[in-house]
C-alpha cells in the first residue's frame, strides 16, 4: 500500500510538473535554439533564446504542434518594425524561422543594389569596420558590416558579402494588411521575405526574441570534458536581443 501511495505521489509530481512547463512554454517563454547564421552579426549559430510568447497576443502557433483551437490573434499587441521575431513558415505552417521585420502592412518596399527603400526613402546605413567569422579550424571569412536605420529611428547591424548578390535586387511591392515583411541580419545568406519566405502573416508569429540564456561555439569536443569551457561564449550569455 505505502508502495503504492509513493507511486501516485510521485506520478502527481510529474504530471504537475509537466502541466506548469506546458503553461509557461504556451503563455509566456519558449526556449528556442539557432541552427544558421541568416542573423549573424545579431545571432549566432549555436545561440539559445527565450522568446516572450505573451507579447503579440496568442494564436494558435503559441500552442504545441499549433493545435487549431482558434483562427487569428486574441490579445494582439501590434509587432514594432525592427522587432527579431519566431514565427511559422507560411508555406508549411511547422517550421519556425527568425527573422527581424522591417516591413509592416500598407509599406511599399523595395531592393536595388542591396539598399533596402521603404515607401520611396532610402534606409541609411553606416559603415563600420569588418565582420569575421572564424571555423573550428581558424579559416577567417569576412563581410562588410554596417549600421541601419530604420525609419522610426532604430539602429540594428548587418552585414553583406557585397551589393551584387542574387537576392539584393527586388521590384517595388506592397504589403497586404495584416502581413509583415521580414529579412535576416545577414542579407546575403538568408532565406526571406525576398525569396520562399513571403509575407509573414500576423496570425504566423510566435513571439519576441528578448534575450541569449547560453551560447556554444565548436571548439570543444564532447568527449574531452575539459573543453567544455572553451565551446561557451561567456560574453554572450544573457545579451538582450535588439
Same mark, same amino acid.
Given at each position: 500500500?505505502?508502495?503504492?501511495?509513493?507511486?501516485?505521489?510521485?506520478?502527481?509530481?510529474?504530471?504537475?510538473?509537466?502541466?506548469?512547463?506546458?503553461?509557461?512554454?504556451?503563455?509566456?517563454?519558449?526556449?528556442?535554439?539557432?541552427?544558421?547564421?541568416?542573423?549573424?552579426?545579431?545571432?549566432?549559430?549555436?545561440?539559445?533564446?527565450?522568446?516572450?510568447?505573451?507579447?503579440?497576443?496568442?494564436?494558435?502557433?503559441?500552442?504545441?504542434?499549433?493545435?487549431?483551437?482558434?483562427?487569428?490573434?486574441?490579445?494582439?499587441?501590434?509587432?514594432?518594425?525592427?522587432?527579431?521575431?519566431?514565427?511559422?513558415?507560411?508555406?508549411?505552417?511547422?517550421?519556425?524561422?527568425?527573422?527581424?521585420?522591417?516591413?509592416?502592412?500598407?509599406?511599399?518596399?523595395?531592393?536595388?543594389?542591396?539598399?533596402?527603400?521603404?515607401?520611396?526613402?532610402?534606409?541609411? %546605413?553606416?559603415? *563600420?569596420?569588418?565582420?569575421?567569422? %572564424?571555423?573550428?579550424?581558424?579559416?577567417?571569412?569576412?563581410?562588410?558590416?554596417?549600421?541601419?536605420? *530604420?525609419?522610426?529611428?532604430?539602429?540594428?547591424?548587418? @552585414?553583406?558579402?557585397?551589393?551584387?548578390?542574387?537576392?539584393?535586387?527586388?521590384?517595388? @511591392?506592397?504589403?497586404?494588411?495584416?502581413?509583415?515583411?521580414?529579412?535576416?541580419?545577414? %542579407?546575403?545568406?538568408?532565406?526571406?521575405?525576398?525569396?520562399?519566405?513571403?509575407?509573414?502573416?500576423?496570425?504566423? *508569429?510566435?513571439?519576441?526574441? %528578448?534575450?541569449?540564456?547560453?551560447?556554444?561555439?565548436?571548439?570543444?569536443?564532447?568527449?574531452?570534458?575539459?573543453?567544455?569551457?572553451?565551446?561557451?561564449?561567456?560574453?554572450?550569455?544573457?545579451?538582450?536581443?535588439?
Amino acid at each position: 500500500m505505502e508502495k503504492d501511495e509513493g507511486f501516485m505521489d510521485t506520478l502527481k509530481t510529474v504530471v504537475i510538473a509537466i502541466a506548469i512547463a506546458v503553461v509557461i512554454r504556451t503563455f509566456l517563454f519558449e526556449p528556442f535554439r539557432i541552427p544558421s547564421g541568416s542573423m549573424y552579426p545579431t545571432l549566432y549559430v549555436g545561440d539559445y533564446l527565450f522568446v516572450s510568447k505573451y507579447t503579440y497576443g496568442y494564436s494558435k502557433h503559441s500552442f504545441p504542434f499549433s493545435l487549431p483551437l482558434f483562427d487569428g490573434r486574441i490579445w494582439e499587441d501590434k509587432p514594432q518594425r525592427g522587432d527579431v521575431v519566431v514565427f511559422k513558415f507560411p508555406k508549411d505552417n511547422r517550421t519556425d524561422f527568425i527573422k527581424r521585420i522591417i516591413g509592416m502592412p500598407g509599406d511599399k518596399i523595395k531592393l536595388e543594389k542591396g539598399r533596402v527603400y521603404i515607401n520611396g526613402k532610402i534606409l541609411e %546605413r553606416e559603415a *563600420l569596420e569588418d565582420f569575421v567569422l %572564424r571555423d573550428a579550424k581558424g579559416n577567417a571569412e569576412r563581410f562588410h558590416q554596417y549600421e541601419e536605420t *530604420l525609419p522610426e529611428g532604430k539602429k540594428h547591424k548587418i @552585414i553583406e558579402i557585397s551589393d551584387y548578390e542574387p537576392a539584393d535586387d527586388m521590384p517595388e @511591392i506592397t504589403i497586404p494588411k495584416d502581413n509583415y515583411f521580414v529579412m535576416g541580419d545577414n %542579407r546575403d545568406r538568408s532565406d526571406d521575405s525576398r525569396i520562399s519566405v513571403g509575407f509573414v502573416p500576423a496570425e504566423n *508569429l510566435v513571439g519576441k526574441a %528578448r534575450f541569449l540564456f547560453y551560447s556554444h561555439n565548436d571548439e570543444g569536443a564532447w568527449y574531452l570534458p575539459w573543453t567544455w569551457p572553451k565551446k561557451i561564449r561567456w560574453n554572450r550569455l544573457f545579451d538582450k536581443i535588439d
